[in-house]
């Protein structure tokens, strides 16, 4: 029962696309991440997941069209829909995502991250 | 499936204690509420929530302590932990919570929101 300061979890690490819990509720954890580059494309077979910028631009390609979200904006990802996301620039997220959700979904590989990590 | 920008859904109410939802996912809404003043002790039985703040500084006060939560900090008050909101300014946040959270908890008042509404 501490609250959390979003500047100073992100303080404590520097690698992307490697995702660190932050908070637990009902169920889901609250993450944070920092992005750059290209993701892999991947679906979550039972999670929805939450994507909020906090800070860069954030590109949510979808199969059938691409998603643009800036500081300020989030998008929820449905269960089963293929999602492949892209950051031109480092961006910093935070993720809500059932506790069940791997950050590669239905694919492993080794951008997997099997030890997800609280800070 | 659209995207969220906080902003502007912030700007569409200025009621306070009276949270709207703007996202859905595995069972939670993502709502954002504006608060002033002094909102009712209460507690959520069956239901984690959390506080994100967005602007503004909130006071969440528990039976033995106070948590004092600026821009950019969450915390989570646990189910069964009585709690008092307090905001001594215009505050934003943004709250995780079950789909069957009342605003008031276990207590119904005149403050308690019936007919929670999407924005």
Redesign the interface.
């Known amino acids: 029962?501490?609250?959390?300061?979003?500047?100073e979890k992100l303080a404590l690490f520097s690698d992307h696309w490697k995702p660190r819990i932050v908070?637990?509720?009902?169920?889901?954890y609250?993450k944070l991440a920092k992005l750059a580059g290209e993701f892999d494309w991947h679906k979550h077979t039972n999670?929805?997941?939450?994507f909020l910028v906090l800070a860069g631009c954030l590109v949510i390609r979808l199969r059938d069209r691409d998603?643009?979200?800036?500081q300020?904006?989030?998008?929820?990802v449905?269960q089963g829909?293929e999602h492949k996301p892209v950051a031109d620039q480092e961006t910093h997220v935070l993720l809500?995502?059932?506790v069940s959700t791997l950050n590669t979904g239905d694919r492993r590989s080794d951008r997997t991250v099997e030890d997800l990590q609280w800070i």
Chains 1, 2 share one sequence.
């Open positions: 029962m501490r609250k959390v300061n979003l500047t908070g637990e509720l009902n169920g889901q609250v999670e929805d997941e939450l998603v643009r979200l800036e300020g904006e989030f998008f929820i449905p829909v809500f995502e059932p």
